[in-house]
């Protein structure tokens, strides 16, 4: 498995087409808490199961504030038709060329196979990796430890100054 980036560190910038004529840049995000969710491919039943539970749990990342973006080396088009097949509610980025650039800067590329890891990375508001986990490529790394990183993050503060509670509230 590769040698993802740890806690601490500062998140490499990037940009990256999210459709073949349209770029998102990580700092685009600055003040927002991100999800990372770098995958194999698009069209692998285990990538389809994780991209397809993110989705479902999308209202959960963002009761804590994160936006999601999935990241692999699959061209734009075909992500729009993988996002379209799946109903998928969050960005997907393609890492296409020059091929896995992105995914090698977190520590995220196999290069015997030319794709991404199945990595994951929580960023903070001010840009530092907060938390990440590299998956065997063949497991569904599930959200539950997304949750649990985004659940300890100090609450974020309000454009007023105070604090914004990201928890559930009984």
Known sequence: MANTLAKGTRAPGFTLHVTPDQTLSLNEFTGRRVVLAF???????VCGDQMSLYNHILPEFRKHGAELLGISVDGAWCHQAFARERKLHFALLSDFEP?????????????????????????DEKGMIAWSYCS???????????????????????????????????
């Open 39 to 45: 995958y194999p491919a698009d069209w692998s039943p």
């Open 136 to 170: 065997p490529i063949a497991v569904n790394p599930g959200a539950d430890g997304i949750l649990d990183a985004l659940e300890a993050l100090p609450p974020m503060e309000k454009k007023d100054g105070t604090a914004q509670n990201s928890h559930n509230v009984a």
């Open 99 to 123: 091929k896995g650039d992105v995914a090698k800067s977190y520590g995220a590329y196999r290069s015997a196979e030319g794709v991404a890891e199945r990595a994951l990375f929580v960023i």
